[in-house]
């Protein structure tokens, strides 16, 4: 049985159809992704399948019994009342369950998804937010869940939650990503949305991929010979053919059948054409830093003894569970924020660009070309003057929504307007703050692209696990409890790395004593001390068998599905017992020395 059907679907908003004529049906069992370059009307469709728009023709149906829940892609400014009440606040009066079981099932929800009930939602940091709103949408017990860029403002650990979470519940699924890795676990079939059309691909991601740039290069053969028959057909009408003879008068209707089909024709959009304007190179030490620790006024170290030398041309990936201190450690490296304790050495010739996350740099009031040049109809970019409107094009701006007010972009549309805005700005050291939301997979490559060429230095701040592996060269983890590791690669050089040293931890012998070196002899035990070397070695075992719990529950990732505050906990006690083994192995050598 399907659970969502829609039949010669078609909307369209005074240009082109959003959606034409288009076709769908999602049956029970299936985790649907559905793609598309950014306005392409994924979140139309969204809305069309969830009944919130209606389409200017065709049906949409849901079979009696079955409820649809939409998880939006943008998080509401504010939403007064706590937690419960939100969650609460999505069950459906349809619903035949008593009200004690939809208590029931509001409390599962509380507890599972990790969410403080009473505390008020607007309070909640992004990723709680996420969270909330993912609960509200399955207090109905959905028969579709509709997520729209899910994993939006959620950091990895909540993420790889989510994606437990949702593959535990079998849920049946239609949603939107920009995320690849979630892409590829969560997706068992796969909707490209394309020129208003719809088509269908029953595979994994990589081999839609394969597939699609196949039929993208038959799509472009195809039109090479249409285009070709019609320059030849227009080249024998210049000729001035007979216009009385039949042939003549076949010939030129099917002219005209070509030339109405060709205006019909609805090309595919291309890549953008990113370029970074590079400054003049800084100095080889770009940020030197040295045992900085950072505290808010009566508050917990957020960063403590960390240390770090980030030369030219490094590319830094930032990792760690959202309000763990990532933005506070990048204001600290750009000379914004002074650390608490610590040194800071800053070289020369920097030129910072700062990519901010909530887009706060776009003015909604003007419009997209104004947000670029201002009151100018040109901009500067790598030292040549361009025309904004041409500029634009590049970034995938048609000269319509160049014009148009910045408030009806898309995420999507928005983020490619801070980053051109940005590009036309001389730097030398990128800071990018979560780039990569809402962007289309195809724009996701240009980005990558020009990064990795990128000759200056990059600090990125990141829960795009793809991302991070294609682009930075080294990660900065926040493990909790205020500490930061540095790792070589990106996120699967780090989580190989995490997992070789646990093994290894496992693994490795116990380090035999070694003795004490000779001395003058020490004065002889007392009673207590006696005692006290009678008990030491089941400590140190006992010590050493913690260690080796510790170790092992730090090595498996499902440790990290809480939002990282148990693994914090692990990590903050198992510093402890090395630190108490290494001082109890100390004292039973001193000890039986001078036994």
């Known amino acids: 049985m399907a ?43 969204m809305r ?7 389409p200017d023709s065709g049906t949409v149906s849901v079979p009696d019994g079955v409820r649809l829940a939409r998880l939006t892609q943008e998080i509401p400014d504010s939403l007064p009342g706590t937690v419960r009440e939100i969650v609460a606040g999505g069950l459906s009066d349809a619903d035949p369950a008593e009200d004690w079981e939809k208590d029931i099932r509001v409390d599962d929800l509380v507890a599972r998804l990790g969410l403080p ?19 509200r949408a399955l207090a109905s017990d959905p ?5 729209d860029e899910p994993t939006n403002h959620m950091d990895l650990d909540s993420i790889l939650w989510m994606e437990e979470f949702l593959l535990e519940r079998r849920t049946p699924l239609l949603f939107v990503t920009h995320d690849r890795a979630f892409l590829r676990r969560m997706a068992n079939r796969i909707l490209e949305l394309d020129r208003g059309k719809l088509t269908s691909w029953s595979c994994d991601y990589d081999t839609y991929l394969v597939r699609k740039e196949e039929l993208f290069e038959a799509e472009e053969r195809q039109r090479a010979a249409f285009e070709k028959k019609l320059t030849q057909e227009e080249a024998w009408s210049r000729r001035s053919p007979g216009a009385r003879r039949t042939k003549s008068n076949a010939r030129m209707e099917a002219l005209k059948r070509l030339r109405e089909q060709r205006a019909g024709m609805r090309t595919a959009t291309g890549s953008a054409k990113m370029e970074i304007s590079e400054a003049e190179r800084s100095g080889v030490r770009v940020v030197e830093v040295e045992k900085i620790a950072f505290a808010y006024p009566g508050g917990n170290p957020v960063i403590r ?43 020369t010739k920097l030129e910072v660009v700062y990519f901010d996350q909530m887009r706060g740099q776009i003015d909604d009031s003007r419009t997209v070309a104004e947000n670029i040049a201002g009151d100018s109809d040109t901009v500067e970019v790598q030292g040549r003057s361009r025309h904004v409107i041409s500029y634009l094009q590049d970034f995938l701006f048609e000269p319509s929504r160049a014009r148009s007010k910045a408030k009806v972009l898309s995420g999507g549309e928005r983020n490619r307007l801070l980053l051109a805005r940005l590009f036309t700005k001389p730097a030398n050291v990128l800071v990018l703050d979560e780039p990569t939301n809402d962007l289309d997979a195809e724009t996701l490559d240009v980005l990558e692209d020009i990064l990795v060429d990128y000759s200056g230095t990059l600090i990125v701040v990141s829960h795009d696990r793809d991302f991070l592996d294609n682009v930075v060269t080294g990660t900065l983890v926040f493990e909790g409890d205020g500490i930061v590791t540095e790792h070589v690669g990106g996120y699967s050089d780090w989580r190989a790395e ?21 001395g003058p002899s020490p004065a002889k035990l007392s009673n207590k001390e006696r005692k006290e070397l009678e008990t030491l070695p089941a400590r140190i075992e006992q010590l050493e068998s913690e260690q080796a719990d510790l170790t092992a529950q730090l090595g498996d990732p499902d440790l990290y599905k809480d939002g990282g505050a148990r693994a914090a906990g692990l990590q903050k006690r198992l510093q402890e017992t090395e630190s108490e083994h290494a001082a109890s192995l100390a004292r039973w050598m001193e000890l039986d020395a001078r036994k």
């Open 143 to 147: 028969g579709l869940l509709l997520l």
């Open 117 to 135: 009930e009473d505390r008020a939602f607007d309070d909640l940091s992004g990723g709680l937010k996420r969270r909330c709103l993912l609960a």
């Open 498 to 518: 995490v997992a070789r040293l646990a093994a290894a931890r496992r693994s490795a012998p116990a380090k035999p004593v070694e003795a004490a070196p000779k």
């Open 3 to 45: 659970l969502l059907s829609l039949l010669d679907v078609h909307v369209g908003f005074g240009g082109p159809p959003v959606l034409d004529r288009l076709n769908l049906q999602i049956e029970a069992g299936e985790r649907v992704c559905l793609l598309g370059r950014n306005g392409a009307g994924k979140t139309t469709l």
């Open 48 to 54: 069309v399948a969830a009944g919130e728009t209606q």
């Open 305 to 347: 003894d960390f240390s770090l030398n980030l030369s030219r041309g490094d590319k830094f990936g930032l990792i760690g569970p959202n309000g763990a201190g990532k933005t506070t450690l990048v204001r600290m490296l750009l000379g914004q924020l002074a650390p608490t304790s610590g040194s800071i050495k800053f070289g």
